[in-house]
């Protein structure tokens, strides 16, 4: 007998955009709403903490949903970002490549003119990408005093400078696990964080300076992987995001999952206390979070298997368990088909 498992063809893709919806987002914590309403108040960034995939990342979205504010910028921290990163980027290797080749079309190096078209090349304008940070910043000034002050012009692509509105308006920042960023980053973002403004070197040193009055709101997360600088957090509202209860989790998964795949409410419950066993009780290295309990529900609910009232009778439940929730080589190697049925009563009578 052959028991091979063919790869599914017939397996549509996950919509991630419709797994991010902001409308979706379950947020039943007030104590994070009051956070949320203080910084605000203050015009300080929201520094969030908590475990990988508690939901921090996406709280910054629903927030500019709530705000009814139509920008979400998002910059993802890196292990090689500097300071500057978060608002610009120069290509300075690519303005002296244009900078070579406008002086050979003049007549070489002792050329006295350019054409107009070689001096627009050679605009620096022209090599500044503006990151989330900067960009927002923009926003707040808007697109017109922003032509006004030379801090964009029409040598820069056409998308980005429509992206821009005309007049002032507030955006959502998300600087996202700042904590993968050098030592020294935080610290040099002092200033800037707190007066919302930055410099532009390649532009004569001119101030790029957030409008008080469309100041953006910046979230910035942390995954607890180190410890940020004590002068950067006393600039910041600091909250420690929960790892949600079991009824908030409940309607996670009918959100996430719930909204394309039928999942009753008694496979749903198991497969929660299930997962809450692996995550608190069963001395795995690595234990799932958040984000692993939704991959396993929707492979569960995708597999397209007649479960049945019990989660026990899925045929690839162990397969997809392995896959989704075990995400270390030792916990694979160790968990069986034996630890996962005695998981399961564990956990059945621990609910009991």
């Known amino acids: 007998m052959n028991d091979t498992v063919p790869i599914r063809t017939d397996i549509p893709p996950i919509d991630l955009d419709a797994m991010t919806n902001p409308d979706d987002y379950v947020m039943e914590d007030n104590d994070l709403r009051v956070a949320a309403n203080a910084a605000l108040t203050l015009g300080k960034p929201l520094l969030l903490t908590g475990e990988a995939g508690v939901g921090k990342s996406q709280f910054a979205n629903w927030l500019a949903s709530q705000l009814e504010l139509q920008t979400y910028l998002k910059f993802v921290v890196k292990s090689t970002t500097e300071a500057q990163d978060l608002f610009y980027q120069y290509d300075a290797l690519a303005r002296f490549h244009w900078a070579q080749i406008a002086r ?6 002792d050329a006295d003119q350019t054409s107009d078209e070689d001096a627009s090349a050679i605009d620096p304008l022209r090599y500044i990408t503006y990151n989330a ?17 030379g801090l964009v012009s029409s040598v820069m692509p056409e998308a980005f400078l429509n992206s821009i509105p005309l007049e002032s308006s507030r955006a959502v920042v998300l600087i996202d696990e700042i904590d993968k960023a050098p030592r020294d980053v935080p610290n040099d973002i002092l200033d800037e964080i707190d007066s919302l403004s930055f410099t532009v070197r390649e532009l004569d ?12 709101v910046v979230v910035i997360t942390n995954n607890s992987e180190r410890d940020l600088p004590k002068p950067f957090l006393r600039r910041c509202i600091f909250y420690q995001m929960r790892f949600p209860s079991e009824a908030v989790l409940a309607r996670i998964v009918d959100n996430r999952v719930g909204r394309r795949y039928e999942v009753g409410e008694s496979l749903r419950s198991q497969g929660i206390r299930f997962f809450r066993y692996l995550k608190g009780d069963a001395g795995l290295r690595q234990p799932p979070g958040l984000a692993e309990l939704l991959d396993w529900f929707y492979t569960l609910a995708a597999d397209g298997a007649n479960w049945g009232p019990d989660l026990s009778t899925h045929p690839r439940l162990y397969e997809i368990t392995k896959s989704t929730l075990l995400k270390d080589r030792h ?11 005695g998981a399961l009563e564990t956990a059945g009578r621990a609910s009991g």
Do not use: T
């Open 104 to 109: 050979a079309f003049a007549g070489g190096p």
């Open 133 to 149: 940070l900067g960009e927002a910043i923009l926003h707040s000034i808007g697109r017109k005093s922003a032509l006004e002050q």
């Open 205 to 216: 040193n001119k101030l790029a300076k957030a409008d008080k009055r469309w100041r953006p």
């Open 331 to 341: 916990d694979q190697v160790e968990c069986d088909r034996a630890w996962l049925n």
